[in-house]
């Protein structure tokens, strides 16, 4: 088991979703919007206004400009540096991002930029879940450890945490001196000490999802709805509740170890 300090980090798309992580007890945020599209760079406004609320509670801001992929257009990536500069002014404490190039391999012009970007701020370089979509991760993971990035955040190469738990012990086993492993994806209360344990490692990413109705959603023939038929004027949201749970286990599990 990796020594240190046992973190739950809650996955946020909005204000409201970071003020909830903060009154149930996260320590650490990953600030998104549109998390109906894997999470993109979320608003200055929004950041700001976390950061002037919740001082304490570090902020790791996506810069992600688009959904889909992470093989980036030039004119994507220059919007990514802009917004990495200008996140990372206004408070973030620090930066998730991922290039890969069209055949899948890491971006390696483009993700030293980035890194040396947030390095000068003196902040965290973290490499999100492009990670699981490399072709060849243990190469990838090298060459991360060599660029200078703080953290990666993985499923072990599978849909979610729980099916990759193999994968992210030998990430750990093998890497894990060198580079934070953060696992996330369909991580919660009842699974996050088990992933922990098995896995040797000390951080999961959540989302503690719970779901709001807006009643304005679909009307007539005209649906904006982003869920299931069954949860057709809902959308998503952090539940203060789960999150409170959440870091209570995995603080409990870490006081154990």
């Given at each position: 088991?990796r020594?240190g300090?046992?973190v739950a980090?809650?996955?946020?798309?909005?204000?409201?979703?970071?003020k909830?992580?903060?009154?149930?007890?996260a320590?650490?945020?990953?600030l998104?919007?549109?998390?109906m599209?894997g999470?993109?760079t979320?608003?200055?406004?929004?950041?700001?206004?976390?950061k002037?609320q919740f001082?304490?509670?570090?902020?790791?801001a996506?810069?992600r400009?688009?959904?889909a992929?992470?093989?980036?257009e030039?004119?994507d990536?220059?919007?990514?540096?802009r917004e990495?500069?200008?996140?990372?002014?206004?408070?973030?404490?620090?930066?998730?991002?991922?290039?890969?190039?069209e055949?899948?391999?890491?971006?390696?012009?483009?993700?030293r930029?980035?890194?040396?970007?947030?390095?000068d701020?003196g902040?965290?370089?973290?490499?999100h879940r492009?990670?699981?979509c490399?072709?060849?991760?243990?190469?990838?993971m090298?060459?991360?450890i060599?660029?200078?990035v703080?953290r990666?955040?993985?499923s072990?190469?599978k849909p979610?945490?729980?099916e990759?738990i193999?994968?992210?012990?030998?990430?750990q086993?093998?890497?894990g001196?060198?580079?934070?492993?953060?696992?996330?994806?369909?991580?919660?209360?009842?699974?996050?000490c088990e992933?922990?344990?098995?896995?040797?490692?000390?951080q999961?990413h959540?989302?503690c999802?719970?779901?709001?109705?807006?009643?304005t959603?679909?009307?007539?023939?005209?649906?904006?709805?982003?869920?299931s038929?069954?949860?057709e004027?809902?959308?998503?949201?952090?539940?203060r509740?789960?999150v409170?749970?959440?870091?209570?286990?995995?603080a409990d599990?870490?006081?154990?170890?």
């Amino acid at each position: 088991m990796r020594k240190g300090n046992y973190v739950a980090e809650i996955c946020c798309g909005s204000f409201y979703d970071a003020k909830q992580a903060a009154l149930g007890g996260a320590e650490r945020i990953e600030l998104n919007s549109g998390l109906m599209l894997g999470g993109l760079t979320p608003t200055l406004s929004t950041l700001c206004l976390v950061k002037e609320q919740f001082p304490e509670l570090k902020v790791i801001a996506m810069v992600r400009p688009r959904g889909a992929g992470f093989c980036y257009e030039e004119e994507d990536f220059l919007v990514m540096e802009r917004e990495c500069e200008s996140l990372l002014r206004h408070g973030a404490d620090g930066i998730a991002f991922g290039c890969l190039r069209e055949d899948a391999s890491l971006d390696w012009e483009r993700n030293r930029r980035l890194t040396e970007i947030i390095r000068d701020y003196g902040r965290e370089a973290v490499f999100h879940r492009a990670f699981d979509c490399a072709e060849d991760p243990l190469k990838t993971m090298e060459q991360l450890i060599f660029m200078g990035v703080n953290r990666v955040l993985t499923s072990g190469l599978k849909p979610t945490a729980p099916e990759g738990i193999e994968q992210i012990g030998e990430l750990q086993k093998r890497f894990g001196d060198n580079i934070e492993i953060l696992a996330g994806s369909g991580v919660n209360a009842a699974n996050a000490c088990e992933l922990m344990e098995k896995a040797g490692i000390c951080q999961v990413h959540s989302s503690c999802k719970a779901w709001h109705t807006d009643p304005t959603t679909v009307r007539g023939n005209v649906s904006y709805s982003i869920a299931s038929r069954e949860r057709e004027c809902q959308y998503d949201v952090v539940s203060r509740e789960r999150v409170r749970e959440l870091v209570e286990r995995v603080a409990d599990f870490g006081r154990k170890q």
